[in-house]
Every structure is written in structure tokens, then in C-alpha cells.
């Protein structure tokens, strides 16, 4: 079927830097929209960053301007760069994608997270 795949989550200190990358393998005819979600514990998964098939982007209102979302079809990835980060920021990190498989099938894939913490 079709998987997504995340890396680039780690510790990092206030006002630094991570870039997450997720990228997707499978069955896969071509990708529409593609997003960055989180959820800290006890918290609600909330949106950080979407951008669709025209690249045109949608970032959280916490996101201030530190995020950058871009996406790169010919090898179907979605990169996250996220500057000048902030405690409120430590949470799992999870890429989805609106797929349409090589069968035809419209529907939605959740990668398994990417842990980012920012702690001093």
C-alpha cells in the first residue's frame, strides 16, 4: 500500500533549528495535499503546516513566521523547516498525505511521528 515515513525530529535548545523530513513509498499513482500535524501529551493533534498540489501554503497561527513547509514531487517528500524554536513546540510530529494509489483509490496516510523536543 502506501507509507509515509518521518525523520529529522531530536533534542534541540530554544532558538534553534530542526527540519523534518516525510517521505512516501508505495503504491502510489500521484500525491494531492500533504500536511504537518502535532500533538504534545494530553493535548489535541492540531495542524502545523499544509501545503497542496499548487504549493500553495497554510500554517498554524502559533507558527509565527518560524515554519517553513515545501514539498518535492519527484521524490515525494515534505520537508519541514522549523527556525527559532520555542518549549511550547516539543511534540510528536506527524506527516499525512492525501493519496491516490496506482488502484485508483483516493485516501489519506498518517506517518508514525517524529519526536521534537526543545528543552535547555
Known amino acids: 500500500q502506501v507509507q509515509l515515513v518521518e525523520s529529522g525530529g531530536g533534542l534541540v535548545q530554544p532558538g534553534g533549528s530542526l527540519g523534518l523530513s516525510c517521505v512516501a513509498s508505495?503504491?502510489?499513482?500521484?500525491?494531492?495535499?500533504m500536511a504537518w500535524y502535532r500533538q504534545a501529551p494530553g493535548k489535541r493533534r492540531e495542524l502545523v503546516a499544509s501545503?497542496?498540489?499548487?504549493?500553495?501554503?497554510n500554517y498554524g497561527d502559533f507558527v509565527k513566521g518560524r515554519f517553513t513547509i515545501s514539498r518535492d514531487d519527484a521524490k515525494r517528500t515534505v520537508y519541514l523547516q522549523m527556525d527559532n524554536l520555542e518549549p511550547e513546540d516539543t511534540a510528536a510530529y506527524y506527516c499525512?498525505?492525501?493519496?491516490?494509489?496506482?488502484?485508483?483509490?483516493?485516501?489519506?496516510?498518517w506517518g508514525q511521528g517524529t519526536q521534537v523536543t526543545v528543552s535547555s
Open positions: 508505495g503504491s502510489i499513482f500521484s500525491i494531492h495535499d
Open positions: 501545503i497542496t498540489v499548487q504549493h500553495s501554503t
Open positions: 499525512k498525505a492525501d493519496v491516490i494509489t496506482r488502484r485508483a483509490e483516493v485516501l489519506d496516510f
